[in-house]
């Protein structure tokens, strides 16, 4: 995980930490309900249950799978040449 997010995600109230990753979440195009749903079956907690180490295992859940699917477009994609 990045500094930035570490440090956003030491300092502050575990409201502040669940209302980052919603607004993180947000840029990806995720609705809130399905990140509280999210957050919630991997962490085992309500929502407003989970703090820092809950959001950061949902932190790195969408990092791998935005990673995933990244590997999976660039494989799947037909080669091109440098040039064109």
């Known amino acids: 995980m990045s500094t930035a997010t570490t440090k956003t995600f030491t300092n502050g109230s575990a409201a502040e930490y669940r209302e980052t990753l919603l607004r993180a979440a947000c840029h990806l195009a995720l609705e809130r309900d399905t990140v509280v749903r999210l957050t919630e079956a991997l ?4 929502w407003e249950d989970c703090g820092s180490e809950e959001l950061t295992t949902v932190v790195q859940y969408l990092r791998d799978m935005i990673r995933r699917a990244l590997a999976s477009q660039i494989h799947n994609s037909p080669e091109r040449p440098c040039d064109a």
């Open 43 to 46: 962490s085992g907690r309500a």
